[in-house]
């Protein structure tokens, strides 16, 4: 059964899931699989695939997010990690962040269908969400840019002494070191820097940042798009 090899996965890093989550996972994957012939959603369109780097991959994250936050998936893409967030913490609120109307359309398909009601769905760029400013408790985003662009996107929606956490791959030290500059003018300090091996074949390694916001954010950031990415900090 397609459960029961969702469930083992999860097991191998701690995680036991409901029979309601691991139903809700499952249809998850069969939109995902279904959309995909459609409109190119991801790179990785197995069963197995998806669930292994997808989503026990979003799922690392999870046991850094604090009871009850707010959290924003910045760029989020066919819903990783916010959508699995959603499903797999019930007391978090989770909203998602994409600008392309193709990702957004699916993620609330996909929420409508395994009745989330955890989750709401932003169609906009992140640096003109001004109504979120110091609104989160927890930022977060995968495989969206270098660290750097990353915090100057998502750190002026944290909350002081809120977090952002980065999902990062074998480049993590690298971009933290590349960062310096954007921790400071954007008052970040690095709370916890975990390197986690993921399940998969390849034995690959998941970095996860966890940067605190120290101060207010200057109202000068985020800078637009074009120039966060022309001079990024």
């Not at 600008?99 to 996909?110: L, M, R």
């Not at 950031?221 to 990415?229: D, E, L, N, Q, V």
Request: one cysteine or more; glycine letters at 6%; hydrophobic letters at 40%.
């Amino acid at each position: 059964m397609r459960t029961t090899f969702i469930q083992l996965s999860f097991e191998r890093i701690g995680k036991t899931l409901s029979a309601k989550q691991l139903e809700q996972l499952d249809v998850y994957a069969s939109l995902l699989m279904e959309e995909n012939k459609i409109h190119n959603l991801t790179a990785i369109d197995d069963f197995e695939g998806i669930v292994i780097k997808h989503f026990v991959d979003c799922a690392l994250g999870l046991n850094y997010i604090p009871q009850g936050a707010k959290v924003c998936d910045v760029g989020s893409g066919a819903g990783f990690p916010g959508l699995v967030w959603a499903i797999l913490r019930d007391d978090i609120h989770v909203t998602s962040i994409e600008t392309t109307t193709k990702k957004i359309v699916f993620q609330k398909k996909v929420a409508q269908t395994c009745e989330l009601h955890n989750i709401h769905f932003v169609n906009e760029r992140v640096e003109e969400l001004r109504e979120y400013r110091e609104y989160f408790d927890v930022g977060t985003a995968r495989a969206v840019a270098s660290l750097n662009i990353l915090l100057e996107l998502i750190m002026p929606l944290v909350k002081v002494e809120g977090i952002v956490i980065a999902l990062k791959g074998q480049n993590a030290q690298e971009e933290l070191f590349n960062s310096t500059k954007a921790l400071d003018c954007l008052h970040g300090r690095v709370q916890k820097n975990d390197t986690l091996q993921l399940i998969d074949d390849e034995k690959s390694m998941r970095t996860i940042l966890v940067i605190e916001k120290i101060k207010k954010t200057s109202p000068q950031y985020p800078r637009g798009y074009a120039k966060i990415k022309k001079q990024p900090l």
